[in-house]
Each structure stands twice: as structure tokens, then as C-alpha cells.
């Protein structure tokens, strides 16, 4: 398995929901990260986990908190978000030495009415 | 600080033809990492190649190439035999210490494959 998946592809929610979004590799990589990306930008790094601990947190807003229950899985939960949060939500895991690059699942795409 | 620029927003070239994407950084450090990703309309980022900026020879993969001219501190993508399934954003991406082994990236070059 050389992949990551990430659940679910889509996501509507009101600014009062609580959601989850999901993400899983089964490559044995211990680093996994969360991104934001908006249209025709970069990703913006906002989590990063390192051997399921919170090593970067890009000062992200608390409405975001992020969970990593084992080394396979990593979760993105999210509430009270504003209608600017919309965006496509990337994972990414590495091996333990990142500089061989990362692998990124499909996102979620995401948007807040 | 390091930065990545790319300075073609967008570049259109036709299908079977080679089409090079420009990519320059700027750091203070001697050994780091550079690397192309692309994204296709399906929205995974997908890596394309990487360069260790110690190793003087150019990473190839299939039909992508780089030009790393270190002392320029420029990282071309060159892509052979173009084919549709090319289209994508190119981003250029760069890794070292200071960035604390976290990827910085450029502003991305939308390409478009034209049959």
C-alpha cells in the first residue's frame, strides 16, 4: 500500500457543525502533516505529527484540532469554522526522514456555509 | 529566510513538444533538498522528482528532467514528449535545516497540454 486516503473527498458544514476529517497511510511513515491549500496556491503547512506526537504547530486557530490516535491515522477536527476556512485540506505523510519527499492523499475539499 | 520563485504563472505548449518550467530559490545553506510536485486537476499533489543539492548530477525520471545549477541556485523542470495527462499546477519546493526539514514552496505554474 503506497497510498494515502483521505475521508471524505467532500464536506459541506454549517459554521456551528463539528466535523471530522480523516486521514490514513499503511507505509509505515511516522511523520504526517496536515496542509490548507486554497485555489492556485501552495499548500500552507498547519500540523505536523512526528511519531504520533505534535511536533509543528503553524499557529493555527483553535477552531482546528488536530488528533493522531496511532501511527496510521490522523485526524483533523474542526468547529465553529468561518465561511474563509473553505479550501481543500491536505494530508501528507513521510518516512521519519522527511527529505525523500512526501506522500499526499486526494484532500477534502471543503466548504463552509 | 529561504524562498522559492516561479515566475510563469502559466504556460500552454502543445502535446509531443518540450516545455521547461524555471524555479529559483535563495538560501545561506550548502546542503538541502529540492523537489517538483505536480497537481492535476484531480487535486493530488503528486511528487515528480527530487534533487539533492550536494549530488552535481541532474535527477531524471522517464520524461521529467531537472537543470540544477546550483551557484545560479535554479531547479528547471524539463518535461520531454509532453502528453495531456501533463496538465497540472507545478510546484517547486524546496527542503534544509532552517526550514526546519519542512517543505517551502513556490507560487506554483499552471500548465496546459494542448492537443
Known amino acids: 500500500d503506497t497510498e494515502v486516503t483521505q475521508t471524505p473527498k467532500h464536506l459541506v458544514m454549517g459554521m456551528t457543525n463539528k466535523k471530522s476529517l480523516k486521514c490514513e497511510q499503511h507505509?509505515?511513515?511516522?511523520?504526517m502533516y496536515w496542509y490548507k491549500q486554497k485555489a492556485k496556491k501552495p499548500p500552507e503547512l498547519m500540523f505536523v505529527y512526528s511519531y504520533e506526537k505534535l511536533s509543528i504547530n503553524e499557529s493555527v486557530p483553535s477552531r482546528f484540532s488536530p488528533e493522531c490516535p496511532n501511527s496510521s491515522l490522523l485526524n483533523l477536527h474542526l468547529h465553529a469554522l468561518q465561511p474563509e476556512d473553505s479550501a481543500l485540506y491536505l494530508c501528507?505523510?513521510?518516512?521519519?526522514?522527511?527529505?525523500?519527499?512526501?506522500?499526499f492523499g486526494s484532500g477534502t475539499r471543503l466548504t463552509v456555509v | 529566510a529561504q524562498t522559492v520563485t516561479q515566475s510563469q504563472p502559466e504556460m500552454s505548449v502543445q502535446e509531443a513538444e518540450t516545455v521547461t518550467l524555471s524555479c529559483t530559490y535563495d538560501?545561506?545553506?550548502?546542503?538541502?533538498?529540492l523537489f517538483w510536485y505536480k497537481q492535476p486537476p484531480s487535486r493530488q499533489m503528486i511528487l515528480v522528482i527530487r534533487q539533492e543539492a550536494y549530488k552535481q548530477q541532474n535527477a531524471t525520471e522517464n520524461r521529467f528532467s531537472v537543470n540544477f545549477q546550483k551557484a545560479a541556485k535554479s531547479f528547471s523542470l524539463k518535461i520531454s514528449d509532453s502528453q495531456l495527462g501533463d496538465t497540472a499546477m507545478y510546484f517547486c519546493a524546496f527542503m534544509g535545516v532552517d526550514s526546519n526539514y519542512q517543505l517551502i514552496w513556490g507560487a506554483g505554474t499552471k500548465l496546459i497540454i494542448k492537443p
Open positions: 501528507a505523510s513521510s518516512m521519519d526522514s522527511s527529505n525523500y519527499g512526501y506522500t
Open positions: 507505509m509505515g511513515h511516522r511523520a
Open positions: 538560501t545561506s545553506e550548502s546542503n538541502y533538498y
